[in-house]
Every structure is written in structure tokens, then in C-alpha cells.
């Protein structure tokens, strides 16, 4: 976060950037402008604001409608918005991209004060009969507004407002430990990851190592003010580390540290916090009517209950497992070749070495025609192809940190369409992996003309993906595997499912749709990484100029499916995982780890390890929006693979095709039912065939149809 110079402004003038317009380029977040004492001055005035709102609206002696209940905030005022969203959003967004021990202090002591507040709005029982009454007796609704007061509805039950004032109480002590926790568990997890480091001085103990890697950990120790270097935990450090090292003892001190985070005796052990969280949710679920979390986050995704999310599971088992033991028993020989009994911490260093036996590549040969600034021109001009939209890096639009780079984006008439900000690389403060977030979600805005009558501006979104890339060195662009390559493809495809909204509701707006929906956009972009047709548009060599030449391509397709196997097995591992703990219908007492070993034990090939821990560092369903959803990947991949069948049949490029998938899929949020959505651009329910071809999966039996009390979900073989 960048400080006011001191001096610039007296404090006595001042006023919090959050309380007026950020008079900035399309009204995007003055990062530079805003200090750490304005973030809790504006959540607590948002706070303030939303109760003189919500007083509005429940002393409305008017009859409740649609208009005065709903949408009730007086976004037709000239530089109206949401201050408790505001700073809501660019806090705990910088929470994850961006934060320190001071941002740290202020979530532990906001989480609960707004929870309290959520809990306040939501569990109003003079506000939810208006809303109950406008879901009896409203006038005619547009689909879409139908559909906004439906979730409102709904979401006003599923947040309590049935219970009696004991099930009310309960319920509020409930979340807000949940939140406490959640909150605590991220936090645990980053310290955990940012305090181990493998310091290396003997340059033999590099062996093995690509040069991008000894670069990149001699930067990182210099930063450090180290002699050697320095590898850590963050992906672009231990990733080439546990895959190219020779030294086995050091892959293993690597594997371990990154697969015991949160299970060490200290104060960042996250075992009991995710006890209490698995309780928490199914206490929580039963308050509300539900046998577990399972069924009540299941109602409200397209799988709609657990049997479908377990015959996808089991599908995926019967049909890859066969193929990822052959993977694993491959590997095994080619370990014992070197006398070497394979462990988890050989398994990518064994899996390289067979990739390079049989089809000649690895990650290193691709990175000199992955310079970073090659791949982000490859990425928008893929874009542009496909919808014709362009993208233009501006200077003047504030960003958090130099690493960011912020960019206005124009649609094919030459219309504004978005505002882009990239955060490519790892660095202290910031959370490990890659996602998409917003600072402004698309709407329309209801203006009066000068006729009286109403109006909409289409208020365009503010999207930002954040990443943790390899890092340019003093000798070296950022040069990329192949894998974040994909990584960048599948949050750009988040983020064009955000820049493409065009909804009039922001809450049913971009990404704002069914959970195992929300990944098609994003697993669909990664289709185009091994396109030939793809990569001639942007992979060249970053000292020659020359283009990547065929053969590398080749083999590029030619390995795409190596070891997919094991990989779907990894990925249903998780999902089962997952829903053994959210499944659960009695108190949670068991051991983790040994809980954890059982609960995917259906999935896992080779023996398992017990004294490494996944649940502890598992933020996707322990903190994240991906508990008892984690499924939603494979569910997703169905569809994507399914979908870009659709485009490699009239040519990957296809404007008619890739116009029908953004009119039916992009744009549209969450303002249909998501398979709706999905026939009216494919023309058909997904199937499972499409995600086998392109694993290069052969059935081991027949696929027959799913039995007559699975057919909820989205499968249908």
C-alpha cells in the first residue's frame, strides 16, 4: 500500500478517499491515496450507513414491492455507491495480494464486528417479512429481476430468518466463529509458508537444477542479504525444485516443509481450527433444516445433491484409475532403475525424466519462448480473435504495488468495456496461487432523463487477476513453464467471464453464478495452451526471435495427456476428501490426518505417507468458498471439455462460435439456470465421452446411463 508523503495534506483537511469520488480514471481505487487509519474509519461510517438504510426501508409504511424493498438504495443518485462494499472489497482484496501485520490486526478485530452486522441485516425479521411478502405479491418481474428476488429469498432462509430468536442467537455465535476462524487459518497458512527456506552455499547442491531456478534463488537470497541461495515455498521456487533437483534428501526436506504446513507444534497450527470449522458448518447446516453441510450447499449448485457429486466421482474412478495405476507402476521402473524405491518427493523428479525419455520435452525447453510480456501480448490478441476486444496498459490508473500493471479494455466497436489489473508475481504479503477478484462489479445504473422517465448506464467492472509467476532476474525476463502459462489462461478466463457481464444486477453479474459453473469459463481458456495455431501467434524465442519450432510443438500435443491419469485422481482425491467432511452428520472428533488418509483413500495410488497433512493447508474448502465443492473442478472440466469440442469442430478461432459462447455463457452471470445457459450454447447436456477423448482415456466398460435417482445432477452418460 502506498503511503501519503507526510506533509502533502494536513490532517485537518483531509478526507477519507473512501467518503467521496475517487475522481480517478473510470472511477477506479486511488491506491495511492489511501491509508491504513481510512480502511476502519469507513467500515465503521458503512456500517452506520447501511443501518440508516435498512431503518429506510423497514419504516416504510408503504406496501412492500419489488422497487422499495429490493432494490431500494438510491443508486439513481448522482454519485451513489456502497461504502461498506467499497472498502469491503479493495480490504480484503489486498488481504490476499497485498497485506501486513497491520491489515492483519484490523481483519482479526473487524471480522467479528462485521459479521455481527451481516448477521444483523440478514436475521431482521421486520425486513424478511417484507421481503416475504414481495415474494407473494410482487407485480410482473423481468426473468432476471424474478430471478434477483428468488435469490434474495432464498438467501434470507438459508441465513436463518425461519429460525425462532434461540435458533437466530445460535446461529450468529456460529458464523461468527466460523468467520474468526477462516480468517485465523489464512493467516496461519501464510506464516507457515513464508517461514521456511532451503539456504543452499554449496553450488553442488544445485545439481539437476535448470538455470531459471539457480537465478531466481540467488535473486531471492540477495534480497535476503544471503550469500548463495534461497528457495522457498512459493510455486515458481519449489515447483522446479522438487522436479529437477538431483539431491534427493533436499527434495525430501522440501516436500516435507510444504506438506506439514499447519501441523508443526507452534502457534500456527490450523489442526484444531479445522476441527472446529468442519463442526462449525455442520451445526450450522443442521440449524438451519439440513442433514449435513453437504445438502445445504448442494441445493443452491447445479449438481443439487450428493448422490450426483458422487456419480461424478465414481465415474471418474472407474474410468481413470486403471490407466494412472499403469502411470504409477511406469514411474516405479523408472525410479528402480536408479535404485530408488519411489517416495512422494521422487514422483515429479521420476515423472520428468520419463516425459523426457519418451517424448523428448520438459518444462525447461519451453521457457525461452515464454517471456512473460510475449505470453501476456499471445493471451489478449487471443482474446482479441475471439471477440475482438483490445487491451491498453494505462499509466495513469493507480495500482498497489509496482508488480501491477492496470489496463483499460475496449470492446470491438471501440466502446469501454473494462478496466484489467495483472499481478503476476510472488512476494512477501502475498498469498500463494493465482485468482480472480473484483474491485467494481458490472450493473446498470438507473438515471432519471429529463422526461422523467429512467434510464440505465452500463457500469462497467474492474477485474484483477492475481498470480505468482516466475520473476524476471538481473540476467533474465520472466520466462514461463507451460503450466503457468495455463494458470495465466485460466484466471484470464475468469476474468473475461467478469469483463463480459451485462447484467442489470450486480449480484447476479460475471462470475456471480452457481459455484460448479463458475470454472467453465476458466478451464475452457486453458484448452488453447497446446494449440498449435494458439502458440505460432505469440511463442518465440526471447534472444533469437524464433518462433517455437513444430517439432517442440508436436510434442507439446503429443504429451499433453502424460500422466492425466494421475492427475484426475489427485483432483477426485480432493473431491472425496471433501465430502467426507462435509458429509458428516455427528460431531467431528477424528484424528486429521489419519481421517484425511481414509477419506481418499479410494482415489490415491501407491501408499500414502502419515505424517504430512493436506486438510491443514487446504484452503479451497477449510477458508475458501470450496467446502463441500471442491468437486466443482472435475464437474467444470466436463463442461469445458465438452464445450471446446464445440469450437475445435469449426476451428478454434471461430468469431459465430466464440459470439454464442460469450451471448450465452459470459455475459449472461447468474441471471439463468446455468445448464439453460450451457444448452442454449452447445445444444445438448455435457457428457463425460468429450473429458475421456481429450485425457486420452479409453472406457473400461461400458458408459450406460446414471441410475434414474442421479438424474439431478449434470452428467448424463
Given at each position: ?203 553442488a547442491q544445485l545439481s539437476g537444477l535448470p538455470q531459471t531456478a539457480i537465478d531466481a534463488a540467488a535473486q531471492e537470497a540477495r534480497s535476503r542479504e544471503l550469500d548463495g541461495w534461497v528457495f522457498t515455498l512459493d510455486s515458481p521456487s519449489y515447483v522446479p525444485f522438487i522436479t529437477y533437483s538431483t539431491q534427493r534428501e533436499l527434495r525430501h ?92 518427493w521422487d514422483s515429479a523428479f521420476y515423472a520428468h525424466k520419463l516425459k523426457l525419455k519418451k517424448f523428448n520435452i520438459d518444462a525447461e525447453m519451453l521457457r525461452p519462448y515464454f517471456q512473460l510480456e510475449k505470453v501476456i501480448d499471445g493471451v489478449f490478441g487471443l482474446a482479441n480473435r475471439l471477440y475482438g476486444i483490445t487491451f491498453k496498459e ?324
Amino acid at each position: 500500500m502506498n503511503e501519503a508523503k507526510q506533509g502533502v495534506e494536513a490532517p485537518s483537511t483531509r478526507i477519507n478517499p473512501f467518503f467521496e469520488p475517487y475522481k480517478t480514471p473510470h472511477d477506479t481505487v486511488p491506491f495511492d491515496r489511501i491509508r491504513m487509519e481510512d480502511y476502519e474509519e469507513a467500515f465503521i461510517e458503512g456500517i452506520r450507513r447501511d443501518n440508516e438504510e435498512l431503518d429506510k426501508i423497514i419504516n416504510n409504511p408503504a406496501r412492500p414491492t419489488f422497487d422499495n424493498t429490493i432494490i431500494n438504495k438510491d443508486d439513481d443518485k448522482e454519485g451513489y455507491y456502497d461504502l461498506l462494499e467499497r472498502v469491503s472489497t479493495v480490504f480484503f482484496n489486498l488481504m490476499s495480494a497485498e497485506t501486513n501485520d497491520e491489515m492483519e490486526a484490523l481483519a482479526q478485530k473487524m471480522s467479528p464486528i462485521l459479521t455481527q452486522h451481516a448477521n444483523d441485516m440478514r436475521l431482521n425479521p421486520r425486513l424478511f417479512e417484507r421481503v416475504k411478502y414481495v415474494h407473494r405479491h410482487h407485480r410482473r418481474l423481468t426473468p432476471e429481476e424474478k430471478r434477483l428476488l428468488d435469490d434474495c429469498y432464498d438467501g434470507f432462509v438459508r441465513s436463518g430468518a425461519l429460525l425462532d430468536e434461540a435458533g437466530k442467537e445460535k446461529l450468529r455465535q456460529l458464523t461468527e466463529e466460523a468467520n474468526i476462524l477462516g480468517l485465523q487459518f489464512s493467516q496461519n497458512l501464510l506464516k507457515e509458508n513464508k517461514a521456511f527456506t532451503l539456504h543452499i552455499t554449496d553450488e553442488a547442491q544445485l545439481s539437476g537444477l535448470p538455470q531459471t531456478a539457480i537465478d531466481a534463488a540467488a535473486q531471492e537470497a540477495r534480497s535476503r542479504e544471503l550469500d548463495g541461495w534461497v528457495f522457498t515455498l512459493d510455486s515458481p521456487s519449489y515447483v522446479p525444485f522438487i522436479t529437477y533437483s538431483t539431491q534427493r534428501e533436499l527434495r525430501h526436506q522440501m516436500y516435507m516443509a510444504k506438506n506439514t504446513e499447519g501441523i508443526h507444534d507452534n502457534e500456527n497450527n490450523n489442526l484444531e481450527i479445522c476441527r472446529r470449522l468442519i463442526n462449525l458448518r455442520r451445526e450450522i447446516a443442521q440449524l438451519l433444516g439440513f442433514r449435513t453441510y453437504a445438502d445445504y450447499v448442494l441445493k443452491r449448485r447445479m449438481a443439487r445433491n450428493v448422490r450426483s457429486v458422487y456419480h461424478l466421482l465414481d465415474s471418474l474412478l472407474d474410468a481413470y484409475r486403471p490407466t494412472a495405476e499403469q502411470e504409477l507402476a511406469e514411474l516405479k521402473r523408472v525410479a528402480a532403475k536408479d535404485g530408488v524405491a519411489l517416495e512422494a518427493w521422487d514422483s515429479a523428479f521420476y515423472a520428468h525424466k520419463l516425459k523426457l525419455k519418451k517424448f523428448n520435452i520438459d518444462a525447461e525447453m519451453l521457457r525461452p519462448y515464454f517471456q512473460l510480456e510475449k505470453v501476456i501480448d499471445g493471451v489478449f490478441g487471443l482474446a482479441n480473435r475471439l471477440y475482438g476486444i483490445t487491451f491498453k496498459e494505462s499509466k495513469a490508473i493507480p495500482v498497489y504495488h509496482p508488480d501491477v500493471k492496470a489496463y483499460e479494455v475496449f470492446d470491438e466497436d471501440g466502446s469501454f468495456l473494462a478496466v484489467f489489473y495483472a499481478d503476476f508475481h510472488p512476494r512477501k504479503g502475498k498469498q500463494g496461487g493465482a485468482w480472480m477478484t473484483q474491485y467494481q462489479g458490472q450493473y446498470k445504473k438507473p438515471v432519471r432523463t429529463a422526461n422523467s422517465g429512467t434510464a440505465f448506464v452500463n457500469v462497467r467492472p474492474h477485474v484483477s487477476v492475481v498470480m505468482n509467476l516466475t520473476k524476471p532476474t538481473p540476467e533474465k525476463p520472466a520466462l514461463l513453464t507451460l503450466g503457468e502459462v495455463e494458470t495465466f489462461l485460466h484466471e484470464f478466463g475468469h476474468a473475461l467471464h467478469g469483463m463480459f457481464a451485462n447484467t442489470r444486477f450486480e449480484s447476479l453479474s460475471g462470475t456471480n453464478v452457481l459455484w460448479d459453473f463458475v470454472e467453465l469459463p476458466s478451464q475452457f481458456m486453458e484448452n488453447f495452451a497446446v494449440e498449435k495455431a494458439f502458440l505460432r501467434t505469440f511463442a518465440t524465442h526471447y534472444e533469437t526471435g524464433e518462433p517455437l519450432p513444430d517439432e517442440l510443438i508436436r510434442r507439446i500435443v503429443r504429451s499433453r495427456n502424460f500422466m492425466a491419469a494421475s492427475a484426475c485422481m489427485r483432483q477426485v482425491s480432493f473431491g472425496l476428501l471433501d465430502m467426507a467432511y462435509y458429509t458428516r452428520k455427528d460431531e467431528f472428533t477424528d484424528d486429521i490426518i489419519a481421517y484425511e488418509k481414509q477419506a481418499w483413500k479410494r482415489a490415491i495410488i501407491g501408499k500414502q505417507r502419515t505424517d504430512t497433512c493436506m486438510t491443514t493447508q487446504f484452503s479451497h474448502i477449510i477458508a475458501g468458498g470450496y467446502a463441500a465443492g471442491y468437486y466443482s473442478y472435475k464437474w467444470a472440466e466436463v463442461l469445458d471439455a465438452d464445450a471446446f469440442a464445440v469450437f475445435k469442430r469449426h476451428g478454434i478461432f471461430n468469431r459465430k462460435t466464440a459470439q454464442s459462447f460469450r451471448d450465452n455463457i459470459l455475459s449472461r452471470g447468474g441471471t439463468e439456470d446455468p445448464m439453460t445457459l450451457y444448452k442454449r450454447f452447445r445444444g445438448s447436456e455435457p457428457t463425460i465421452e468429450a473429458l475421456m477423448r481429450r485425457d486420452g482415456i479409453r472406457p473400461q466398460k461400458k458408459l450406460g446411463p446414471p441410475k434414474p435417482s442421479q438424474r439431478e445432477g449434470c452428467l448424463n452418460r
